[in-house]
């Protein structure tokens, strides 16, 4: 079985500063991460994701990621940010283990909220 | 540049009515995914097809059904809608392999009186 948690559902920060998003996941088998962003009434756009190659994962638009698998993490992090983040986050995983019919378990996503 | 197309964007419906949702994509994608979203609950599956005319149920099907007949188009169908359908629904699709990308639609927002 595997399920995500993330543990923050509303991150507000002010522009310039950095970001971090926390993710929780537990997996029985070796997972793939995902983060995806949704910016107001757009769909899902993946920013990064980790397939078990290197541990620190670059994204898109400066976002990356760490897997770090004793703490069973993959936070997302970005140093300086900017208010075109502003936005839904939602961290994903994935193993041969299941999720639902997709094989994917959606976190409940956190919204970021950017200070001027 | 890879799309995901949803043709209705915002629909207002009445309760009882039938209400069909449509979505293409032209990646030749075998997976197509059809969720709602909710705030506070994030995206639940709705239906899930792996193939033209194959489908299979999610983690909330009830009250809904899909229709797939060509690769590139996932109908998500509520035959009879009601209020606690009121919804943003979102169409997804990828390769075959669960480690793929999804490649999401922007999203039609259902609203049911």
């Known amino acids: 079985a595997q399920s995500v948690t993330q543990l923050d559902s509303h991150v507000s920060v002010s522009e310039g500063t950095p970001v971090l998003l926390r993710c929780n996941y537990s997996?029985?088998?070796?997972?793939?991460l995902f983060w995806y962003v949704q910016h107001p009434n757009k769909g899902l756009q993946l920013l990064l994701k980790?397939?078990?190659?290197?541990?620190l994962v670059k994204g898109i638009n400066g976002f990356e990621a760490e897997f770090k698998k004793s703490e069973t993490s993959f936070h997302l992090t970005k140093p300086s940010a900017h208010m075109s983040d502003a936005a839904e986050y939602f961290c994903?995983?994935?193993?041969?283990?299941?999720?639902?019919?997709?094989?994917?378990?959606f976190g409940k996503g956190t919204h970021l909220i950017i200070q001027p | 540049d890879v799309k995901v197309t949803q043709s209705s964007r915002y629909l207002v419906k009445r309760t009882g009515e039938k209400v069909f949702l449509e979505c293409v994509q032209d990646m030749d994608h075998e997976n197509m995914f059809w969720y709602r979203q909710d705030p506070g609950l994030g995206l639940r599956l709705i239906y899930f097809?792996?193939?033209?005319?194959?489908?299979e149920k999610g983690d909330i099907p009830e009250g809904y059904s899909v229709s797939r007949e060509k690769k590139e188009r996932f109908s998500l169908i509520l035959e009879s809608a009601s209020t606690n359908q009121t919804s943003m629904y979102l169409c997804a699709s990828r390769w075959g392999e669960n480690t793929g990308e999804l490649f999401f639609g922007e999203g039609s927002r259902l609203t049911v009186l």
């Open positions: 980790y397939t078990s190659a290197a541990t």
């Open positions: 997996s029985s088998y070796s997972p793939s």
């Open positions: 097809s792996y193939d033209v005319k194959m489908k």
């Open positions: 994903v995983v994935s193993d041969s283990s299941g999720g639902g019919a997709d094989g994917l378990t």
